[in-house]
């Protein structure tokens, strides 16, 4: 396509945007007059309309097509339900999402928490907190990419060296090289410990925030009561920070139910470590079975939203405090 | 008769040659005007296409850099001497986006589909037009009746083949063979009794990696086919291959069990990578490099494997690495098992036809073979009967393409190609990993039959 050609739609995306607000703005002017509530219906109606089509209609569509069979032809029931609770491959996938969703958000957001308190007022705070941070900022992939590297396999033979670095630890303390990513189940711990690396730095910037929000006059107190370290994280910093681990971990925890890069990266869904977003995606787009892929994808958004529920309530609760 | 036909050749060859020669000459300018080379170029074997000037043909596949230029190039003898404008556009998610524009009424005007399952599952989209009659003469003449099955669906002809490949080689060192006197084997038990004798040396003889991104497991369904068509014959493999016999029944066992007899023994596997379980972790492109290290000396893997090895391995009979044809039961049988490509035109305009037509003359297999050649030192063949093996430069080139021709080659499409996707693409290789790291045979091929789709 000529660049011309390319500028010319990308003008007249622009002017079809300006249009549109432009007729937002003077629908909304005009119904101001007659009722001011009505305002807000006009300008709640575009994001409304959008959520719509991008989300409610492939929703309900996504739904509907689980209840059928693979070339999305006979309605089927359960059946694909069925089969996630049923063959033993997908016990498996639902096993490996249990795995990550109890391990990850609790053992992240211990490291965050016992981070942040550690390096709370010490001298290098800031580097300190940047250097766990720093995994936030690299995407899943990459991350898996390197971790990849660190778990990478080179046989016990003469002549061949170890290129990974745990193996390589391993050898140097008189070990024999294991094959990390390939023993199961244990496979799947050495890949939730990527998520735990990339998601630790998120739990320690929110939980050091709210450390910091404390009031002084509250640990002032508590000092005088002359409580020990440990009492003084017990009955004063915990209690304190408490909505704020809650959504920590909740949020941690969502995440960790839609994992997908880390599995695909790593281990492509192979060796039991597969997962329910990436065995979705196996299932849709490689399998070409929309009806379980479907199934998979509503069951994902089940497991989610008791937690996204609970997630918006404790974050009501700690904004009406 | 020849003789006229290769001096044809040589015409357009060297006026799409010049042509290209001009392109690189203004650099980076969008290809415009150009009509003028054809002047010069010899257009005769063009004029039963007619004058198509200001006619455009899209073309989409899934062949990209540094692969993509050769076929462009092949195709301006074409553009120049009828004036028609080919439209190249390579894309990495040919395979998915395909069928996407297929169903959503978009398709380009040929689609390169390197895939019989996937040709059709393009062709059940009724969006796919029968070949016309000029190709389907070609076909019958230039190709063997098995790769006209692979380009019909349901009896009705669609697409002619394109390129092709072998998978039936086993690689190896000529020097390691030379220095231990091996023979080069001529019946599968040889290749059984060559192992034996290498593995008592102390050497791993074999050496195989199987990891690919989301695709890991696919070397050993070519592993599985191969023995597939060796041990149980071409008839019972293409049942396999259409589930009139179900996966777990006794010839597939066979068959993978033969496999597990290579890939799973601790003698055999896996040469200078590690046990039996470090295939399922080497990725395939670095399956094969111990050869080079002498650390294994055995290696099947197909023929655009000869690429992978780094710049500079000299790959031919006398270099550091080569490959022989994998050999059937008796030294008679000549199995062979191989990928290939085919033009599916989704639109009867006369210049579609006409285009694909001229991709289904050995004129155009022999133009795209030299041109391939000269640019990327080889790495393209087709079975078209028509090319010349002197056109290829490459030695494995040229052993694929004289295996392709053999007279008594019966040829074999890759079965999990054309297996539907949940088997072919999915659970043959899922399950294929799962095995290699430890799963029984039964619960394998069990596991596979399940998948495979009902109805």
Known sequence: ?321 | MSSVRTRRIFASVSCGLGFALVLTACSSSSPSGGSTASASGDCTAFKAYGDLKGKTVTIYTGIVTPEDQPYMDSYKPFEDCTGAKIEYNGDKAFETQILVRAKAGNPPDIAIVPQPGLLQQLVATGKAIAAPKAVADNVDKFWGADWKTYGSVGGKFYAAPSGASVKSLIWYSPKEFTDNKYKVPTTLAELKTLSDKIAATGKKPWCAGIGSGDATGWPITDWMEEMMLRLSGPTVYDQWVSHKIAFNSAAPTAALNAVGAYLKNDKYVNGGLGDVKSIATTTFQDGGLPILQGTCSLHQMASFYASNFPKGTKVAADGAVFAFYEPGVKATDHPVEGGGEFNLAFSDRPEVKAFQTYLSTDLWANTKAKISSAATGGGWISANKGLDVANLTNPIDKLSASILQDPKTVFRFDGSDQMPAAVGSDAFWKQATSWITGQSTKDTLDKIEAAWPKS
């Open chain 1, 1 to 321: 396509m000529d660049v011309s050609v390319k500028f010319l739609t990308m003008a007249l995306a622009i002017l079809l945007f300006v249009a549109v607000v432009g007729v937002i703005l003077f629908i909304a002017g005009r119904s101001e007059r007659r009722s001011p509530s009505l305002v807000a219906y006009v300008f709640l109606f575009p994001s409304l309309l959008m959520l719509s089509v991008g989300l409610l209609f492939p929703a309900a569509q996504t739904i509907y097509q689980s209840f059928f069979d693979a070339a999305g032809k006979a309605f089927i029931g359960f059946g694909n339900y069925q089969t996630i609770f049923s063959s033993s491959d997908e016990i498996l996938v639902l096993r490996n999402s249990v795995f990550w969703v109890v391990v990850t958000p609790f053992v992240a957001t211990a490291i965050g928490l016992l981070y942040a308190i550690l390096v709370d007022g010490a001298k290098a705070e800031a580097p300190a907190k940047a250097l766990i941070f720093l995994p936030m900022a690299i995407s899943m992939v990459a991350a898996s990419i390197i971790w990849k590297f660190v778990y990478e396999f080179r046989p016990d033979q003469q002549g061949v060296k170890q290129i990974g670095l745990l193996n390589q630890i391993l050898v140097w303390l008189g070990g024999s090289p294991q094959q990390w990513i390939v023993n199961s189940p244990w496979n799947t711990f050495f890949l939730i410990v990527v998520m735990i690396w990339i998601q630790a730095g998120f739990a320690m910037t929110i939980l050091s925030a709210s450390i910091k929000a404390i009031p002084n006059d509250v640990i002032e107190a508590a000092r005088l009561d002359g409580v020990n370290a440990f009492g003084m994280f017990r009955f004063v910093t915990l209690p304190s920070i408490r909505p704020a681990v809650i959504v920590v971990l909740t949020t941690i925890g969502i995440g960790t139910l839609k994992v997908f890069d880390i599995v695909r990266t790593m281990t492509g869904g192979n060796f039991g470590t597969n997962v329910v977003a990436n065995e979705f995606y196996t299932q849709s787009f490689r399998a070409s079975n929309q009806g379980l892929g479907a199934a998979l994808a509503v069951l994902l958004f089940i497991l989610v939203v008791p937690i996204v529920v609970y997630n918006i309530r404790q974050l009501r609760a700690s904004e009406a405090r």
